[in-house]
């Protein structure tokens, strides 16, 4: 059999042998499709592909029958397609960014016991206290776009990150409840702006490299959060005074801001266009069939992600009662696994579809917080975060993606509803999560949750999803 690879105005080496089934790699536009046997699997690394060939200007693959031998292809596209991330300064710069803010409310989100502890806070109380952070992020995004076209998307990236660094040294250090709540909304504020800013600078490099970068800088996010979690996890053992960690990583990213900005400032620059309201532009529709049922799933999916993100730590405390120094490492396994899920999803999407994924997903989810409920001993709570982050990893990626292509709907009018929904998920879940700990306890609270993730997985039965 003859494996070939097919580019654009470039050479085709091939290659022989003999077999039942065959491989071919090939460039459509510039997304990679693997074919095995009668199946074609699109693969979205076109960066991967530009550096291969213009290096070597062929690729030669081996035919084979073993379906390992499949997924180690699909492993190289993607490992290689991470090489070319991080050796593209400019990618590499942002992906800083986004570890930076990941790392930040890494810290932020294991610290959390701490406030509960400082000022006597029962469940509900903290619930109400964490509303805060991201009520202060609702009112700043329609204002985001302001000050992207008014300062431009890079200076707004740079000046953003340094002040959420600063800000986020104010709630742990606050004197006060009343106080320590508003300064979570000036976070949130700044959190807003940054987050628009840093990915529609993704979007430049995308369009101005012709790369597929967004996924993989989420990725750096989630690896951020993950780190944060088990830095803050040793300083909270080490009895390091909160306020003066957080001082201290503001500083240092600062200074990592600093020294990376004349590679941010070379990025294209580009303004946010907000369309006519007769221009078909984003608008909120009432949802209804496939979109309804895509929204449904992304409440359950983004309960579960807030719940997460909020609550992991103050179960590891009083439910797990681990030490100190652990306090954090169940944050940090679903994040790590988080990020390593939305690495590998440009992968295993296509090669499984979304929809076995995203129910793949949901199961997983639903074990993964069952095994944390059931045996709430520190090794087991860990794992069971992990398998969270797994379950959860691709389900944003999976659910905008289809939102945007619902047949015979106004272009981005799926995706702006879809976000808005999606926002109050994030925002709703942590809070009744906190009522409900107060009025029964935090594991039946958390089996909610894995009850929402169950129903996500059956959902997806009846929906398209790409």
Same mark, same amino acid.
């Given at each position: 059999?003859?494996?070939?690879?097919?580019?654009?105005?470039?050479?085709?080496?091939?290659?022989?042998?003999?077999?039942?089934?065959?491989?071919?790699?090939?460039?459509?536009?510039?997304?990679?499709?693997?074919?095995?046997?009668?199946?074609?699997?699109?693969?979205?690394?076109?960066?991967?592909?530009?550096?291969?060939?213009?290096?070597?200007?062929?690729?030669?693959?081996?035919?084979?029958?073993?379906?390992?031998?499949?997924?180690?292809?699909?492993?190289?596209?993607?490992?290689?397609?991470?090489?070319?991330?991080?050796?593209?300064?400019?990618?590499?710069?942002?992906?800083?960014?986004?570890?930076?803010? @990941?790392?930040?409310?890494?810290?932020?989100?294991?610290?959390?016991?701490?406030?509960?502890?400082?000022?006597?806070?029962?469940?509900?109380?903290?619930?109400?206290?964490?509303?805060?952070?991201?009520?202060?992020?609702?009112?700043?995004?329609?204002?985001?776009?302001?000050?992207?076209?008014?300062?431009?998307?890079?200076?707004?990236?740079?000046?953003? =990150?340094?002040?959420?660094?600063?800000?986020?040294?104010?709630?742990?250090?606050?004197?006060?409840?009343?106080?320590?709540?508003?300064?979570?909304?000036?976070?949130?504020?700044?959190?807003?702006?940054?987050?628009?800013?840093?990915?529609?600078?993704?979007?430049?490099?995308?369009?101005?490299?012709?790369?597929?970068?967004?996924?993989?800088?989420?990725?750096?996010?989630?690896?951020?959060?993950?780190?944060?979690?088990?830095?803050?996890?040793?300083?909270?053992?080490?009895?390091?005074?909160?306020?003066?960690?957080?001082?201290?990583?503001?500083?240092?990213?600062?200074?990592?801001?600093?020294?990376?900005?004349?590679?941010?400032?070379?990025?294209?620059?580009?303004?946010?266009?907000?369309?006519?309201? @007769?221009?078909?532009?984003?608008?909120?529709?009432?949802?209804?069939?496939?979109?309804?049922?895509?929204?449904?799933?992304?409440?359950?999916?983004?309960?579960?992600?807030?719940?997460?993100?909020?609550?992991?730590?103050?179960?590891?405390?009083?439910?797990?009662?681990?030490?100190?120094?652990?306090?954090?490492? @169940? =944050?940090?396994?679903?994040?790590?696994?988080?990020?390593?899920?939305?690495?590998?999803?440009?992968?295993?999407?296509?090669?499984?579809?979304?929809?076995?994924?995203?129910?793949?997903?949901?199961?997983?989810?639903?074990?993964?917080?069952?095994?944390?409920?059931?045996?709430?001993?520190?090794?087991?709570?860990?794992?069971?975060?992990?398998?969270?982050?797994?379950?959860?990893?691709? @389900?944003?990626?999976? =659910?905008?993606?289809?939102?945007?292509?619902?047949?015979?709907?106004?272009?981005?009018?799926?995706?702006?509803?879809?976000?808005?929904?999606?926002?109050?998920?994030?925002?709703?879940?942590?809070?009744?999560?906190?009522?409900?700990?107060?009025?029964?306890?935090?594991?039946?609270?958390?089996?909610?949750?894995?009850?929402?993730?169950?129903?996500?997985?059956?959902?997806?039965?009846?929906?398209?999803?790409?």
């Amino acid at each position: 059999m003859n494996t070939s690879l097919i580019t654009k105005g470039l050479p085709i080496r091939k290659s022989k042998k003999s077999s039942d089934r065959f491989y071919r790699l090939f460039m459509i536009s510039t997304d990679f499709c693997l074919i095995c046997g009668n199946q074609r699997y699109e693969i979205s690394v076109s960066s991967a592909c530009h550096i291969l060939t213009a290096k070597k200007n062929s690729i030669n693959i081996i035919a084979s029958t073993d379906r390992l031998e499949t997924c180690a292809t699909i492993l190289f596209i993607m490992l290689t397609h991470l090489r070319t991330f991080f050796t593209h300064r400019q990618s590499l710069a942002i992906g800083m960014v986004f570890i930076s803010v @990941g790392f930040l409310f890494g810290n932020w989100a294991t610290l959390i016991p701490y406030i509960k502890q400082k000022f006597d806070l029962n469940d509900a109380q903290l619930g109400l206290l964490l509303l805060s952070f991201p009520i202060g992020a609702t009112v700043m995004n329609p204002f985001s776009t302001f000050f992207i076209n008014r300062f431009g998307m890079l200076n707004t990236t740079i000046i953003g =990150l340094i002040l959420l660094a600063t800000t986020f040294v104010c709630p742990v250090g606050a004197s006060c409840l009343a106080l320590t709540s508003f300064s979570l909304i000036i976070v949130g504020m700044c959190l807003s702006v940054t987050n628009v800013a840093m990915n529609t600078c993704v979007t430049s490099l995308e369009h101005q490299y012709g790369i597929n970068i967004m996924s993989t800088c989420h990725g750096m996010f989630s690896a951020g959060l993950m780190f944060g979690s088990i830095a803050a996890s040793i300083l909270r053992g080490m009895k390091i005074e909160p306020a003066l960690q957080m001082g201290a990583i503001a500083v240092v990213i600062t200074a990592l801001v600093l020294l990376l900005r004349p590679t941010i400032l070379g990025i294209h620059e580009e303004k946010i266009i907000e369309e006519e309201s @007769g221009g078909g532009g984003a608008k909120f529709i009432l949802p209804k069939g496939a979109l309804l049922l895509m929204i449904l799933i992304s409440l359950c999916t983004n309960v579960t992600e807030g719940t997460m993100a909020d609550w992991t730590a103050v179960y590891m405390r009083d439910i797990v009662q681990t030490d100190d120094y652990f306090i954090g490492w @169940g =944050l940090a396994g679903y994040s790590m696994f988080m990020s390593l899920g939305r690495f590998v999803g440009d992968a295993l999407i296509p090669r499984f579809g979304g929809n076995a994924v995203l129910r793949t997903g949901g199961i997983i989810a639903a074990l993964g917080i069952t095994l944390a409920i059931i045996f709430p001993y520190t090794i087991t709570a860990i794992l069971g975060f992990t398998l969270v982050g797994a379950g959860v990893s691709c @389900g944003a990626p999976i =659910l905008y993606g289809s939102a945007a292509r619902v047949p015979g709907m106004a272009k981005g009018a799926g995706l702006a509803t879809m976000n808005t929904f999606s926002m109050g998920g994030f925002l709703a879940g942590p809070v009744l999560i906190g009522f409900i700990s107060k009025s029964i306890s935090l594991p039946f609270a958390f089996s909610i949750v894995a009850v929402l993730a169950l129903v996500w997985a059956f959902l997806v039965n009846r929906v398209k999803l790409y």
